[in-house]
């Protein structure tokens, strides 16, 4: 940690353990946390560093997400988080855990975000049945598209167009 960050922590009026588990959602969210944390901090792929991610081509960025992104699938399943939620690792609670503890977006993300949780609960059980099992393989990843003529944050006049 640093010096000047622990000298200030050390000086505070307050237990700063006692605002990290409010945060955190407790005690024991907060002591998975450092435990993910830990997990990340010591993987031996070396592939979750952001030290140089400032001077990185995008593209290589976007590569390196990509790698990213498929390790921390891999230790997910390897870690059994998800196996409480029939596979579906972002329904895990330990999943936004472990995003905040990359430190770093996935392309993916919209993925998870977005494209499963909307065929989780705009889908009948058919079609999930069908559609969930790839989604969870990523043998079909989903986007979101949108198109707004008259975008921004009146929605009355938001005019959208689907082809």
Known sequence: MNPDLQRERGTATFSTEKITNLMDGGVDRTRRRRQ?????????????SNDDNYYLHRTDR????????????????????????????IQSEDFPLLLAALGDDLPTSLHWVMFVPNIMSLCDEE????????????????????????????????????T
């Open 36 to 48: 993910l944390e830990a997990v990340i901090a010591r993987d031996p792929t070396g592939i979750f």
């Open 127 to 162: 079609q999930q049945a069908r559609w969930l099992p790839l989604c969870r393989d990523w043998r079909m990843v989903g986007c979101y598209a949108q198109t707004e003529l008259g975008h921004g944050s009146n929605v009355r006049a938001l005019e959208t167009t689907a």
């Open 62 to 89: 976007h590569v390196r997400s990509l790698a990213k992104h498929v390790r921390l699938v891999e230790l997910c399943r390897k870690l059994g988080i998800g196996d409480e939620c029939g596979g579906e690792i």
